[in-house]
């Protein structure tokens, strides 16, 4: 892969950016790539700080993109040599043609070089004399098969340009000052940014994405799994499954919340490139991004920053202390970690689907059969995996672009069976879905023993129930981009505050995957709902910080955790939650419940029940019976809750009674409502001795034994 490289950027809206040298022969106009009315083809910025620069990516499975077309002003007419930046990314794929001033140019780009570079298109005869020449310049598709192009120069004599177009770090367009500064706007970096400016921060989200929620959003389509334990993350959290085309109603919904709130300044389509430290090199001061709507620098200063990128790019620019790749086993005793270290990490995803169309449709990718390694398929799920075995951030590109051959190959194979003859890939994402790269290291590093041992500690802010979730290539023999995975579960599990900020840049927090673990530690809270609740504490946390003066540290050394989780809300060991002190609770897995009939115990990888299982009914006829925690007669409020399940397709009309001697008190609860939240069910007069039943007979649609709850609603008197 070739060096990072930064792009030069020296205008605002213009199309271009231009020094003109004391002699005419050093005459050079750049074009850059975020420059274009994109038209069909796609910004890609999710490698830029690899390869040098943003790219226009002509993503249209096969199906030709309409033209990007851009305006560029010349210092004067006569003739120009032109040098389009490209690849060949596959052999047979992504060929492109450029146009001056309607004039095609012979040559045809992304079919030479391999690797990324400039192009030779020739001398053109611009203008007739004078000053001053405005040129049209289109990018045509040939194939709708990803052609690249990461821009445009034009020169007077022959010289080469040489590496990226480059940015200009100085050439700042605005700068924006705020208290805290997120950057990354997947769930748990809109969670860190809602939750800081709802307690009256001033907050700036700083997204490279046009849109919210990152894995989770229409772009790449993973569903929110885990735990939303917070209010916050079940706001924010996406509403549908793998795959699912509705996903874009997430992505508006959570949009139209975080522009709801006045303290957030919120910038979409940003990319942040670098940061600015203090004199003393230790803290950040700024980050600066570029606007590629707009094609301008923007700063942004504040005292608190949150890396919210995944790839944790924040924290690798301020000089943070970070790893990537497995621990060995013996660094910190897990059980599933390899004997020697080694660079694997999880592996990304392309998620993708094909849809019946109602006329035949042709699909031809010859060139990438062989890369499907006999493989046909018309969709592909989370196993379609690749990049275990390779950098995740400087071989991102190839990972990316080995799932689209596989893809292609695989879909190409497919429609050679006339049943087939009328799919189209309606779904095949260009940005990758990563689930691991590198991780910030904090004072805590978390690993798989903090889960297997259930560990708790008292500066939990987040918990999970996730099993711990390891992908291994080799699902099939002779197929390199199908992952399996291992996946023993433990139960919920605590997380600690010290993983969410660095143990080196006093001023940094972090939220999402680039958290402080190990490679196996990640496996069980890398899921979404999980990871969003680190960003519901880095956010509180920032609050805390303004508040008494404090850089993140100090909020664990200075004794402030208890604070922090009682703003967060909810129980934490050692620190349960103070609305419900009074509360007496009965679980399905404690002693004196009783089951009649065969109810199954099973494990909730989403978390939100009560323990760590619940209890599911058999067919036929069963009662589960609970005695309630009644210890002197009153009136007692009576509250349920079940876990959240994902898949529920039927309504729930759960049969409860409660019963107190002679008294019994029936009702129906429909458990598919608020699932996974406390919901108040009634007040009943209750003595010792009284219980509560589920009766199956009378019970239709989703029935789930968990947790219920009673609390005094008026001072009782003692037996």
Not at 116 to 124: A, L, P, Q, R, S
């Amino acid at each position: 892969m070739t060096e990072m490289k930064r792009m030069r950027l020296t205008g605002m809206f213009a199309v271009l950016v231009f020094a003109v040298a004391a002699k005419a022969s050093a005459a050079r106009v750049d074009v850059h790539p975020q420059a274009f009315d994109a038209g069909g083809w796609k910004l890609d910025v999710q490698f830029m700080d690899i390869m040098g620069s943003p790219y226009l990516l002509a993503h249209g499975c096969g199906i030709r993109v309409t033209d990007a077309k851009a305006v560029a002003e010349l210092p004067e007419a006569g003739k120009w040599r032109v040098w389009v930046r490209s690849r060949r990314w596959a052999d047979g794929a992504g060929a492109f043609k450029v146009s001056v001033n309607g004039r095609t140019l012979d040559k045809t780009f992304g079919v030479s070089q391999g690797e990324w570079d400039w192009e030779d298109g020739c001398v053109i005869e611009i203008g007739e004399s004078g000053g001053h020449v405005k040129v049209a310049v289109r990018l045509e598709d040939l194939d709708g098969f990803d052609g690249r192009c990461a821009g445009i120069v034009f020169v007077k004599g022959s010289l080469k340009p040489v590496g990226a177009l480059k940015l200009d770090e100085a050439n700042v367009a605005e700068t924006i000052d705020v208290d805290f500064v997120v950057v990354g706007g997947g769930l748990p970096g809109c969670c860190a940014a809602v939750a800081a400016a709802r307690r009256g921060l001033k907050v700036a989200l700083v997204q490279d994405r046009p849109v919210l929620g990152g894995n989770a959003s229409s772009e790449i389509r993973v569903w929110s799994g885990g735990e939303a334990r917070y209010p916050l993350v079940r706001e924010l959290r996406g509403w549908f499954m793998n795959r699912n085309v509705n996903m874009s109603l997430s992505d508006a919904h959570r949009m139209r919340k975080v522009e709801d709130e006045r303290n957030i300044r919120l910038h979409v389509s940003t990319r942040a490139f670098g940061v600015e430290k203090s004199a003393d090199g230790g803290r950040v001061t700024a980050v600066k991004a570029l606007d590629w709507r707009r094609n301008r620098v923007v700063r942004f200063r504040a005292p608190l920053f949150c890396d919210a990128t995944g790839d944790g790019w924040i924290g690798y620019w301020a000089g943070a202390d970070w790893r990537m790749g497995r621990e060995a086993k013996s660094e910190y005793d897990e059980p599933m970690a390899p004997e020697k270290a080694d660079g694997d990490t999880l592996g990304a995803s392309l998620m993708w689907t094909s849809a019946e169309a109602n006329t035949d449709m042709p699909f031809l990718a010859p060139w990438a059969e062989k890369w499907a390694q006999g493989e046909k398929a018309v969709e592909g799920e989370w196993f379609w995996e690749y990049g275990i075995h390779h950098d995740m951030i400087s071989e991102g590109e190839w990972i990316r672009d080995r799932m689209l051959l596989a893809i292609y190959g695989a879909f190409s194979l497919a429609k050679k069976d006339p049943s087939n003859a009328r799919r189209v890939l309606d779904f095949l994402p260009f940005v990758l879905g990563k689930r691991e790269s590198r991780r910030i290291l904090g004072d805590w590093v978390y690993s798989e023993t903090d889960i297997s041992g259930k560990r708790e500690f008292d500066d939990a802010i987040a918990s999970g129930s996730w099993s711990v979730d390891i992908h291994y290539s080799g699902r099939k023999e002779g197929v390199d981009f199908m992952s399996k995975n291992v996946h023993p579960i433990y139960g919920r599990y605590w997380i600690p505050y010290r993983t969410i900020y660095s143990r080196n840049v006093p001023n940094l927090f972090v939220a999402g995957r680039c958290f402080s673990c190990t490679h196996i530690g990640l496996g069980g809270p890398r899921v979404m709902n999980t990871l969003a609740q680190l960003g519901c504490a880095a956010g509180e946390a920032a609050t805390l910080c303004k508040r008494y003066g404090i850089d993140p540290r100090d909020v664990y050394r200075g004794g402030h955790v208890r604070e922090l989780q009682r703003q967060l809300g909810g129980d934490f060991p050692g620190n349960p939650d103070p609305s419900r002190v009074r509360w007496e609770y009965v679980d399905d897995e404690d002693d004196g419940v009783e089951f009649e009939g065969k109810w199954r115990a099973v494990f909730c990888c989403n978390g939100e029940q009560f323990g760590d299982k619940v209890h599911k009914p058999p067919e036929g006829p069963g009662r589960a019976v609970y005695p309630l925690p009644v210890r002197n007669r009153g009136t007692y409020r009576l509250y349920g809750r079940v876990n959240y399940e994902w898949n529920v397709k039927v309504p729930s009309a759960t049969a409860v009674a409660v019963v107190a001697g002679d008294v019994r008190h029936e009702f129906f609860w429909n458990q598919t409502v608020k699932m996974g939240e406390w919901i108040a069910l009634g007040e009943f007069d209750l003595h010792p001795g009284a219980r509560l039943e589920i009766d199956l007979s009378r019970s239709r649609g989703t029935v789930i034994a968990d947790v219920f709850a009673i609390e005094p609603a008026v001072v009782s008197h003692a037996e």
